[in-house]
């Protein structure tokens, strides 16, 4: 008996010790969960009508948090004030909307969620969630499509809000500044088209912005916008529009006068300040003289004067095409600008560009014959020297030879300033590589416009090298940088060889730019021959 018990002892033990063996370890925990949350329910069901209450709840299968709602949600036609939405920051069961807004009588609203929904553990989204009613008998269901574009960069924003403003009794072309649209979608984060859903039949203006602020209204400093040349009309024969964004140039305005230095007054500005005149009404000096010029990195204009004037304020008048502006300055004792010279060219140039000077305070001289330019061997070398005032700067143009060394050497009192000072001795070294150490890219166009703009740009769209025509001719980019370029057109209409943007109260649409669909490939020592077929105009522009 005593042996019977022992063995089923020594069982019971052995039992134990596998069983103990087979749950060493951490328990998994399950499959990792990679399916988006469900909805259970709605309270009312989607796609109601007759809606007339303040509240929805839609319900979940699992807990749910609400990420990024300020950029994924987006509700058509948009409700002031905004509606109140949980939960936010928190996990819950299920969304609660509580409407704030008196809604319009047949009406469809539409909830765009985006991927806003995500479940609570993994945050898997719910993807583009919509939840539509109508406060009348029937859900309108017509719709306007179509894609994004960027008139001047490859890649267009994200997040770019879509609109359409009803053309009826209250429409005018300012509407866009003053009052929120009828409709609206978003392309969220990761598309280049739209679809404005469950929209009733009617002419629209059809409007496109990357909306910064997010109000929903046209603000000309921070947004983008894009316009639809005339009316749509919903339903229409038309399969897609095509928007392209710009910046619009600011509409010019002067900041007032701040004294910066001695005899040195900034005038900050916005737009475009080309035509841009500065009068100072009260002088106090019989022999007073003033010069302009332009900071080199932001949008001011210094106003420089001499002499030191007694006074303790004076008006300044400030032109510019059809504005006049009369602005009050009140002068402060500061001490003057010194005279700093720098280059603004490269140690290592290429063929094509020339070296300059400037200056941080005006030039009123510049004696020629003391500057001289040298090669490796003290051959003198024939220059042109060319001064821009606004940006005070010199130009030296000089014909340059292959793998060569220059140099640049200003004499004492070569250059006087606005202020009577006057350089010491300054020597500048310039060098030039091989030829076979530069690339050279020859492009032809096919079905190009003139006049014409072609660029080389880096893949921040900063131009690197240009050419410009007004015939048809081939376009040959010779010793440049070797590396890998964006090829791209600008349509010049105006013929001023830059870019234009557009204008929405005026109608205008930006210039048109066109891409090379790959990049361009500078080899040093390669000649490259490229052809770039450029697409015919539509002759609707807005579709091109």
């Known amino acids: 008996m005593f042996r019977l018990v022992y063995k089923l002892s020594l069982l019971i033990g052995l039992f134990l010790l596998v069983l103990a063996c087979a749950n060493r370890g951490t328990p998994s925990g399950g499959e990792k969960d990679i399916l988006p949350p469900q909805i259970t329910r709605s309270i009312p069901e989607n796609f109601t009508t007759n809606f007339q209450g303040n509240e929805i709840r839609i319900y979940f299968d699992e807990y749910i948090k609400i990420k990024d709602i300020q950029k994924q949600l987006i509700i058509s036609p948009p409700m002031d004030p905004e509606p109140e939405i949980t939960p936010l920051g928190s996990a819950s069961k299920y969304i609660k909307i509580i409407i704030k807004d008196t809604l319009e009588a047949n009406t469809t609203y539409a909830f765009n969620f985006g991927q806003s929904i995500v479940d609570n553990n993994e945050e898997i989204p719910y993807p583009y969630y919509r939840y539509v009613f109508s406060t009348g008998d029937y859900i309108d269901s017509l719709s306007v499509k179509g894609s994004i574009s960027d008139a001047k960069n490859r890649v267009p924003d994200t997040f770019v809000s879509v609109m359409l403003y009803a053309i009826d009794s209250t429409f005018s072309d ?5 009052k929120k649209p009828k409709y609206i979608t978003n392309t969220l984060d990761s598309l280049t088209t739209f679809s404005i859903d469950n929209i009733r039949a009617g002419n629209y203006l059809l ?3 990357k909306d910064e602020n997010r109000n929903f209204t046209y603000q000309q400093k921070s947004d983008k916008i894009g316009f639809y040349q005339t009316p749509i ?8 529009y095509n928007i392209k964004l710009f910046k619009e140039e600011l509409d010019f305005r002067v900041e007032r006068p701040k004294q910066v230095a001695g005899q040195k007054i900034a005038f900050g500005y916005e737009g475009d300040a080309k035509q841009m005149e500065v009068e100072m009404l009260e002088k106090n000096s019989d022999d007073f003289e003033m ?6 990195k932001t949008d001011t204009l210094y106003y420089w004067y001499k002499p030191k004037l007694e006074l303790d304020s004076t008006l300044f008048v400030v032109r510019n095409r059809l504005t006049v502006d009369t602005l009050n300055h009140r ?13 603004t060219s490269s140690k290592n140039s290429g063929f094509d560009d020339d070296f300059m000077l400037e200056g941080t305070v005006p030039f009123v001289d510049f004696q020629e014959s003391k500057v001289k330019i040298t090669d490796s061997d003290s051959i003198d070398v024939p220059f042109i020297s060319e001064y821009d005032s606004i940006k005070n700067r010199y130009t030296f143009k000089f014909e340059k030879k292959e793998s060569q060394s220059y140099k640049l050497e200003l004499l004492p009192e070569a250059l006087t300033d606005f202020f009577e000072n006057v350089n010491d001795t300054l020597n500048y070294s310039i060098k030039t590589k091989a030829f076979d150490q530069y690339g050279n890219v020859r492009v032809t166009l096919i079905n190009a416009e003139y006049p014409i703009i072609l660029q080389l740009t880096d893949d921040k769209g900063v131009v690197k090298y240009e050419k410009f025509a007004t015939e048809p001719r081939l376009f040959d980019f010779r010793n440049i940088n070797p590396g890998l370029y964006y090829l791209r057109t600008i349509i010049d209409s105006n013929g001023n060889k830059e870019w234009d943007s557009g204008n929405y109260l005026k109608q205008q649409q930006p ?4 891409y090379f669909p790959d990049l361009v490939d500078a080899r040093a020592g390669w000649d490259l021959i490229q052809e770039f077929i450029l697409e ?3 002759p609707d522009p807005l579709k091109n």
């Open 331 to 343: 002068f402060r004792d500061l001490p003057k600008d010194s005279l700093i010279i720098s280059k």
């Open 536 to 538: 015919k105009t539509n």
């Open 174 to 178: 300012s509407i866009i500044y003053k």
């Open 291 to 296: 010069r302009l010029t332009k900071d080199p």
């Open 511 to 514: 210039e048109r730019i066109s």
């Open 233 to 240: 009309s919903v339903p229409s024969d038309s399969a897609s």
């Open 207 to 209: 409007v496109a912005l």
